[in-house]
Each structure stands twice: as C-alpha cells, then as structure tokens.
C-alpha cells in the first residue's frame, strides 16, 4: 500500500492554517485577500503567507494558494507582480481555474506548480491531458463523480504523471462547480470570481413536497470510505472548509489524520467519526461517491446540525433535552480553547537579522548573517524561549583598500544594505563596529555582497527578477464583403434543421449530455446533414464521454463548438477545428492564447458574466474568431441530482439510469423574495435551473460588433419553465435585420417579453 496519501486541509485565516498545521494536515491550502475562489473567507496577507510557508515547511507541510477564479484582463499586471513576488518564496504550488493564468504560469512562471481547481469541472478522461498540457501536475476532480468513474479518470492521470484530488469532508454544491451562475445572474456575484451568495442554501416558498430548502443538500463525508479511494488511485484526500474556524480545521484534520494513519498500519479503520458531528455540519452523505443519488442526500435545514444530532443520539426525556445540547457547547468551547492553547505561540513574524561587518586593511570584506527562528521543538512545548540561531558568512572577493575617508565605507554599507529586508526577514541591526576606519571597497563588490546574501537568505535560490507581460497585439478581425458579425443559431430538435431554408446562418446542434451506451443516432445524423455544426455540453461523465468521442472520430466534422474541456482535446488530436463555447468562461486574451497555441483551437465565445468594458479590452489572436451569445435561457446552476425531489416530487426514491435519458419534466420554485426560477430537464440532459428571464443583448452589436464575428441566439426552446417559444423564422428575421442595421428595437422585445441584460452592465 502507498503510505503517501496526503491529507490536504483548509486555511481561510492564519488561526485556521496553524490549527492544520498542528493537526497532521500534509498541505493546506489558502487564499491572500485577492484572486481566490472564498471571498467570505478572512483570507491571509502576503507576509503571513511567506511565515505560514516557513512554519508549514518546519512540520513538514506544503502550502498551496488558491488564485482559483476567472481572471479579468485589467488585471495581470497585477496578478504579474504577484507571481513574481510569489516566485521568490518556498510556496509548494497554486490551485488555478482560470485558463490563461495557466498560460502564463507555464509560460512565465515555470517554477511554480499548478493544480488545477474544482471549478474547472474535471469529469472525463479527455480533460486530464488538456490540463496536462496547460501545466497542470494534479488535478481536483469534481464532486459528482462515484468511485468507478474516479477509478478511471486516477489510471488516466497515472499515463500521463498528473496526480488526482478528492474532496472527501465539508459542504456540497448541489450545481457543478463553475457551471453554477446563480448569484451572478441575479445579483452580479459571481461562483466563479468567489463572490457566491449560496443561493441554494436560500429558503423558497413552501414547494408541494412540503420543502422550505429545496435545493439544500448535506455535507460530504468519505471518512469510511479512505480504502476504496486509496484502492481507487486517489493522492490527495482535499477537506473543505476555508470559511470555516480553527476548532473546526483542527477537530476535522485530527480525526481524518489518525482515520488515515490507523488504516495504513494495520489496514482496518479504527475511528467513529463522531468527532464530526460536533462541529458545523449538515449531517451527512457519501451518495456521490456511492453513486446513488436519492433524497437522503437533502435537508430541510442549511444551519448547523451538530445539536440536533446530540439530541437524537441522547435525548429521550424533557430533562435530558436539556442536556446533551448544554454538553456540546461546553465540550466545543473546550475543543476551542485547546486549539487556541496549541497555536498561541506559533510564530510566523518576518524573522530578525542583523548583519556583521568586519575587515581590515588588506583583507575582505566579511558579512556575517545572523537570524533567531523559534524550533519545532519550541513549538510543540509552547516553550517561547525554544530558539534556534542560523547564520551564513559571505567574503567580498576584492580586499579593502585605503580611503581618506573616516566613515565612507561604513557610510556606503548602510546605504546599500538597509533595504535588504526579503520576503522572510527583517533587517534589525547593521553592526560594523569590527570595521576599520579608512577603508574602501568598490560599489560593484557591494553590490555582489548585497546579492549574495539576498541569495542565502533566499533559500540558496537566485532572486527571480520580475515578469512585465509583453504587450499584446489586437488582431482585426479577417475581413468579408460586408465585414459585419453574422449570425448563428443553435437548435436541439432535428426538426429545425430546416431553418437552413430560411437563413444562411451557422447551425449549431446542441448533442445530449446523455447517451444509451453505443449510441450511433447521432453519427448518423451528422453525417446525413454535413452543414449541422455540433454543439458539445459542458458535462460528459464516463459512457456519455466515450459516445462523444465516438461521434468526432467516426464524424469527423469540419468544425465543432464544445463546452467541454475533453472533447476539445479530442478534436485536437483528430484535426477537427473547434471552438471554445461560452461555458468554458473565457474571460480574457491569455485564454484565447493558450487555447489557440496549445491546441490549436480557431475561435471562442467570451463569457456572458463580463461587462462591455471588460470585453473591449480583450485582445484577439491572428486568425482567430470571437462569438457572442445575444439571446438565450439564463442558466443558473446545472446539477446531477434531481430538483423535482424536493420540488413537485417524484415517484423514484432515487435517480437511475433511465432517468437522464427519459425524463422531461418542468416546474418553478419560488425564493421568499417573489422571484422565481424555471426547473428544466430535458430528455438526455441534466437537471437545470434558469432564470425566469432570457438574456437579450441589443446593446453590443452597437457596441463591440467591430470585435466580433458572430452572434448567437438560442433556438432550443430548453429553460423556458413551459413558456410558449416564438416563432423561430420571426426571431431569425429581426435579429438578421438588427445585424443588418436596421431598427428592430421596438419590434423584436414583444417577441421575448420577459428579457434581461444586465449582466451585461454589471459584469465581474
């Protein structure tokens, strides 16, 4: 049996790192106050990181930064000044969702290690070797996925050296992470900037099945599940939990740890878990993990469960109500105190150092360092005064000459070395009182001194100067007759194929998120009419994959558009030209860059999340397109459980394979405010939630229509909650003329009524 098998804890403040720390955790991961994925977090400033780095490495724990969220083009310089702040440190590696800070880390920042984030909707075996040549050298899987389909996409990482994250403890998403937009849409906080307002934890009028939270669902638990997963290939156990405090990271660590450490020594897993239920939680399922998603996975309740656990476990009397719920108070203030006892003297100041001059006429110049650093030992004792000295000698290479001046040299040493301070030390003290008078060395050798202590100090690694990203070209767009953007449709019934007769416009096929294993319908139907653009979905998991697969190799399209990370790196290995679609949350030029240099892909839909400004700004690549989509569902969040559960109800106690493929059905929930949200599944798809609105953007053909070759309107009739469609050739026939630049504005909201475009004022 492996024995490595890294525990890998949360820090969202410094209190909760030291907690992981001292608990056992292998890693931690956390985030500064900016570019990371958990806004609600306290997060850490850069120098508290450098000393977390410092105290982390003393236990033998690696810390890992989350810069896990889109990224906005304004943006990289300052995201460039801190990676090449972040490049002089000890940092173990950084969690990354957004897909041109991959470019630029593997392009500019080499020595940093990737991991890519949970929001990147891992699923499939096609996009381990997507993100593979992104840079990625481990990957956190998404938490949908059961212990077969991680089985295979672990033997997959193996092929290819990428190593596999599992979240094994804290909350669940009921969406896919980075699929969900529900805050976004509504409220301009976005899941993918970590700005959630959790509306699913939201309370909803009271649904027919008698549910207040229907969307609601318990915390994620593995913990007797380690053997399957270690059996499975898993590297890294991942608890969540970066809003949580340090009672909790230390009581959650401590029992995984010695869950972990008891297993491998004698194969057998010896803890109860019952320490979890005495810290926040909302009870818990491993159903994902088993793969049986039913309505046990949901409670009626989003707030701590903890008590009312004590309560069922205990209470059988008025009395002893009472009881076990005053006892776990009392045992989680004791749980507190103790966490807080254990961190109080862990140290991650700036180190002192003070820095000794000394030399004479004819001899070098010597620098001595000296720095005190509190030992692992004093830390484990609490013993304050448990100090360690660590000092380094560094020799000018030239000796010292004579000066006519007293005090020059010692004059030009402070100068010169006062700002020494480095990310990890500060400078207390220059002592040259063992240098004589009269001396003189030149600038130059001071200047290597200085450099090579810099080099000591950090960790015997060169300074890494700092990255400026060369300026980017903006490529026109390549020229027709009328050089206008056109337009494009995208339909998910065959029988719309026919619009063909009434348009010239690009015809895109949104294909299933599901499949009957073999399926070849599909193939055929491609191959039958070649002028039908395929449109993949964002989520393809095990069978569902392999049939999308089939249908590019056995197609062989001319072009596709895909939403998913996989299929694209299919089509990049088959030849097939493709296009980013607009759920892979391309949000900047780096993006396109990566994805057209990496994989040769030919054109992308830039997010529907961003703002005019934050769209004009983005650069476009030689030979590369740019689609918009104007009119569409608003989706807010896509899941692989069912909403209609806890909604309208459902006959089945559980979802099963028929369900994906057979089910069809349409509803609403209504949140406390009045507003309420479409529930659509369609056969073959994934249970979703739309806004009651579509999305309908006149504004940007005025706007942007310079840096756009086309735009896209929706014809699939799918998130509609039941609403009747509009004429399709009516919709097709304004929105030609508004590209055209005739006025439609007064004609063509009476075909969509209920419209909205404010994503497009707000953005990120």
Wanted: charged share 20%.
């Amino acid at each position: 049996m492996n024995s490595k098998i890294e525990l890998l804890a949360p820090g969202g403040d410094v209190d909760a790192i030291k907690a992981a720390i001292i608990a056992g955790a292998d890693a931690v991961y956390c985030g500064l106050d900016t570019f990371n994925a958990r806004n609600r977090a306290a997060n850490i400033s850069f120098d508290e990181l450098v000393g977390l780095i410092r105290l982390a490495h003393q236990y033998q724990c690696e810390i890992f930064l989350t810069l896990n969220i889109v990224i906005l083009e304004r943006e990289f310089p300052a995201l460039c000044k801190l990676l090449s702040k972040l490049v002089n440190t000890t940092l173990d590696g950084v969690i990354v969702q957004d897909i041109g800070l991959f470019y630029v880390l593997k392009k500019h920042f080499p020595t940093l290690d990737i991991h890519a984030s949970t929001q990147l909707t891992t699923h499939n075996a096609g996009q381990i070797p997507f993100l593979k040549q992104l840079g990625a050298s481990r990957v956190n899987l998404s938490r949908e996925l059961n212990l077969r389909e991680i089985k295979a996409i672990t033997a997959v990482g193996r092929e290819h050296d990428v190593l596999m994250e599992v979240f094994v403890h804290g909350s669940l998403c009921i969406a896919f992470s980075g699929l969900c937009y529900s805050t976004s849409a509504s409220v301009g906080n976005s899941g993918n900037r970590g700005q959630c307002s959790q509306a699913c934890r939201e309370e909803y009028e009271t649904t027919p099945t008698g549910n207040n939270f229907p969307l609601n669902i318990k915390d994620n638990s593995a913990f007797f599940d380690l053997p399957a997963l270690i059996e499975a290939g898993v590297y890294s156990f991942k608890i969540e939990g970066r809003i949580k405090g340090a009672s909790y990271v230390h009581t959650v660590v401590d029992s995984f740890r010695k869950q972990i450490d008891g297993f491998v020594k004698t194969g057998e897993l010896l803890e109860d878990g019952e320490r979890l239920y005495k810290v926040f939680n909302r009870d818990f399922s491993n159903a994902f993990l088993r793969g049986d998603l039913n309505q046990s996975m949901f409670i009626d309740n989003p707030r701590d469960n903890s008590t009312k656990h004590a309560l069922a476990a205990n209470a059988i009397s008025v009395v002893q109500i009472q009881d076990p719920a005053k006892s776990l108070y009392e045992e989680k203030s004791q749980i507190n105190a103790s966490v807080q006892d254990k961190i109080k003297y862990l140290n991650i100041e700036k180190l002192p150092l003070t820095l000794y001059f000394e030399g004479g006429l004819g001899t070098e110049l010597t620098v001595t360092a000296v720095t005190e650093f509190v030992s692992v030992k004093g830390h484990s004792t609490g013993d304050k005064s448990a100090t360690e000295t660590k000092q380094f000698v560094v020799k000018s290479t030239n000796q010292l000459s004579q000066s006519d001046n007293d005090n020059g040299l010692k004059l030009a040493i402070e100068k010169r070395f006062k700002n020494i301070n480095s990310t990890e030390f500060v400078l207390n003290e220059i002592v040259t009182e063992n240098l004589g008078n009269n001396l003189s060395l030149p600038f130059k050798d001071l200047a290597i001194l200085k450099n090579e202590i810099a080099r000591l100090l950090n960790h015997s690694q060169a300074i890494l100067p700092a990255v400026t990203l060369p300026p980017l070209a903006h490529h026109p767009k390549q020229a027709d007759e009328s050089n206008k953007a056109k337009l494009s449709l995208l339909i998910s019934d065959p029988a719309d194929f026919k619009l063909a007769n009434v348009t010239d416009a690009d015809i895109y096929f949104k294909l299933p998120d599901a499949y009957k294993r073999n399926c070849t319908r599909y193939i055929a139907l491609l191959k039958e009419n070649p002028h039908i653009i395929p449109w993949f979905p964002s989520v393809l998991i095990g069978k569902d994959y392999d049939v999308a697969e089939a249908i590019l190799e056995q197609v062989k399209p001319p072009l596709i558009v895909t939403n998913n990370t996989g299929i694209a790196f299919k089509a990049y290995e088959l030849g097939i030209k493709w296009v980013a679609g607009p759920f892979l949350n391309i949000t900047n030029s780096y993006a396109l860059m990566a994805m057209q240099e990496e994989f040769d892909c030919s054109g992308a839909f830039i997010s529907n999340e961003i703002n005019k400004q934050q769209i004009q700004h983005i650069a476009r690549p030689d030979n590369f397109k740019l689609f918009y989509s104007i009119y569409h569902p608003i989706l807010l969040m896509t899941s692989r459980q069912c909403f209609f559960q806890q909604s309208v109800g459902c006959e089945k106690p559980r979802i099963d394979n028929g369900c994906m493929l057979s089910c069809d059905k349409s509803t609403s929930i209504t949140n406390l405010k009045g507003v309420s949200f479409a529930i659509d599944k369609q056969k073959a798809g994934y249970p979703s939630i739309y806004n009651d609105d579509q999305f309908l953007n006149m504004e940007i053909i005025n706007d942007l229509s310079h840096l756009f070759d086309g735009f896209m309107i929706d014809l699939t009739n799918i998130g509609s909650g039941g609403k009747d469609m509009p004429d399709k050739e009516l919709l097709i026939q304004q929105f030609e003329q508004l590209l055209a630049g005739d006025d439609v504005a007064s004609t063509l909201p009476t075909l969509v009524p209920k419209s909205t475009v404010s994503q497009y004022h707000t953005g990120l």
